[in-house]
Structure formats: structure tokens, C-alpha cells
């Protein structure tokens, strides 16, 4: 049940957990940029670095058992360090029972609590159920970008969204 899952700070020790779901979404081929995880050292190596530099990456857990991350990662830029990507997925049989919601909106506080800004996305316009999710914690349509994903020589749209804490 979803509602016995953990939802965890990601520390060195769920780092094959992460690398297993991650591969097995990207596998999935619809969802994510990547079509593969990177090998396992590689992304082992990305992700405690990305750690160490105070992004924020959060993994759900059944027991021991990685089943989801999201993780909002700053810009790099001085003048875009204000800003953030937001990258998630949770495996098959976990979706559709309010995980996504729970995780997602943990790790928009620590993104908050981190001090970042802007956190934005891109999301393929065949995936509504994920646009539904984002728009659901704030998140706006910025624009679109046409043809952008392409895989086996089916071109999807990516539509950009954005939250921001900013009150104007
Ligand atoms: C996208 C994802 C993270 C969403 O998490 P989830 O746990 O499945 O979603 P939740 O159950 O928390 O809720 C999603 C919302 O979408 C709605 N929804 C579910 N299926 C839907 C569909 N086919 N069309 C539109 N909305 C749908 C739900 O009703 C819910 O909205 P509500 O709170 O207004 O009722 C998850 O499904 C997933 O990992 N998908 C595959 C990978 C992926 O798409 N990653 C994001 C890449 S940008």
C-alpha cells in the first residue's frame, strides 16, 4: 500500500535502489529524456555529488526497496543559481495512488527550505497524468516545445512548466 511508503532524504545507501527504478522508467521509453539509466558508477557518481552541493534528492521506499525519487536540482550559472529542474518517477505498480502527490510536495519544501526559487520542468503532452499531478502542487504552462522528445520516429511535444515562490 502507498500509504505504508517511506519518503527519505537520498543518502549513499539507496544509491543501486535509485539507479534500478531510474533504469527501469527509462526503459519504459515515454516518460523520461533518458532511455537508459547511465551506468551505475556514473550515476552514483552524479548523484552524491549532487548531493554534496545541497540539491535536493528525495527516494520513496517500500522497506528497503527504491520505488520512486524526485529530485529538484539548482542551475549552475550565478544568474540562474535562483533556479531549479525537477526530475521524477515512480516504478509501475506504485503509480495512480497518491505517491507521486506525497513526494512531490515533500521535495518542493525542501526546495523551499534550500532557498531556491524557480523549479521547472518539461513534461511529454502525452503524459497527462503526470501534467495533471504538476499543475495540482502549482506548477504553470510556460510555453511548448514542439517535437522535442523522439524515440523510434514518434515526435512528442514537451510542454515547459514552472512554479515559482516569488510573490510579485
Ligand atoms: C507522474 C507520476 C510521478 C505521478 O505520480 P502518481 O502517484 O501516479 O500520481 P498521483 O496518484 O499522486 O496523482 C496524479 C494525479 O493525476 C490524476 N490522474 C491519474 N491518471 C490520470 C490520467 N490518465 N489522466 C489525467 N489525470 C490522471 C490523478 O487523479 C491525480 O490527480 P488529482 O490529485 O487531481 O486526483 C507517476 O505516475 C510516474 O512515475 N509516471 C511515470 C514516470 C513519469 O511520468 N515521470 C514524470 C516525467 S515528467
Known amino acids: 500500500m502507498a500509504g505504508d511508503i517511506r519518503i527519505e532524504r537520498m543518502t549513499e545507501a539507496h544509491v543501486e535502489g535509485f539507479y534500478r527504478a531510474l533504469d527501469i522508467v527509462a526503459r519504459e521509453r515515454k516518460y523520461l529524456t533518458l532511455l537508459e539509466a547511465p551506468p ?4 552514483r557518481k552524479f548523484a552524491l555529488s549532487s548531493i554534496g552541493r545541497g540539491n535536493v534528492h528525495l527516494v520513496a521506499l517500500d522497506g528497503g526497496e527504491v520505488v520512486g525519487w524526485c529530485d529538484i ?3 549552475f550559472f550565478p544568474s540562474q543559481a535562483h533556479c531549479a529542474s525537477l526530475g ?3 516504478l509501475p505498480s ?11 510536495e515533500a521535495a518542493i519544501e ?3 527550505t534550500a532557498g531556491m526559487v524557480r523549479i521547472e520542468l518539461g513534461v511529454h503532452a502525452d503524459n497527462p497524468r503526470a501534467i495533471q499531478l504538476y499543475e495540482r502542487v502549482g506548477f504553470v504552462r510556460e510555453g511548448v516545445s514542439r ?7 514518434e515526435y512528442t511535444d514537451v510542454i515547459n512548466m514552472a512554479l515559482t515562490f516569488r510573490q510579485v
Not at 40 to 43: A, I
Not at 94 to 104: F, N, P, S, T, Y
Not at 147 to 153: L, M, P, W, Y
Open 88 to 90: 521524477m518517477g515512480l
Open 73 to 75: 536540482r539548482r542551475h
Open 110 to 112: 525542501g526546495a523551499r
Open 94 to 104: 506504485w503509480r495512480e495512488q497518491g505517491l507521486g502527490k506525497r513526494l512531490i
Open 40 to 43: 551505475l558508477e556514473d550515476t
Open 147 to 153: 517535437d522535442a522528445f523522439c524515440v523510434d520516429g
